[in-house]
């Protein structure tokens, strides 16, 4: 059984290069609707908390580093089978293994600064929902 929502950010280099419009057009026109929505600023903290599953990892530092640079867009999304369909809608991790037409190789820069965010599970999708909405904000 596979759930109906994911969340998604737009990462704060993608927001600050004015492509927030074109990735929700994308997003959309994909067939995802938008449960919720909101324009956010990270604080360090709070990104390391949001990626705390890559604590120890070598890119742990700069990643929060970036993700608390800058507002980012985040969003719950609902599609049939959204967390695997999104991944293979926004392409590879790295923007430069991404397949065309991706959102990540339309608009990432490089394997940090990659446009967009993508849950890896249904149970993450859950936490990350958690972590930014409140129950009545994502009716
Ligand atoms: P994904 O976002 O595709 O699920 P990961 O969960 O592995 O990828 O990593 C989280 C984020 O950390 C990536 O989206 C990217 O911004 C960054 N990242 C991952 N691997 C690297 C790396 N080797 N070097 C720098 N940044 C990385
Ligand atoms: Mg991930």
Partial sequence: MTGKITFTMIKPSAFQAGY???ILAKIEEGGYKIKAM???SLTKEQAGHFY???IGKPFYEDLTTFMS???IIA???EHDNAVESFR???GATDPAKAEEGTIRKLYGKNLSENAVHGS???ESAERESGFFFSL???T
């Fill in 20 to 22: 927030t419009g074109n």
């Fill in 38 to 40: 909101k324009k956010i």
């Fill in 52 to 54: 705390e599953m890559h």
């Fill in 69 to 71: 640079s800058g507002p």
């Fill in 75 to 77: 969003a719950i999304l």
């Fill in 88 to 90: 293979k809608f926004i």
């Fill in 120 to 122: 890896d599970s249904d």
């Fill in 136 to 138: 009545i904000e994502r």
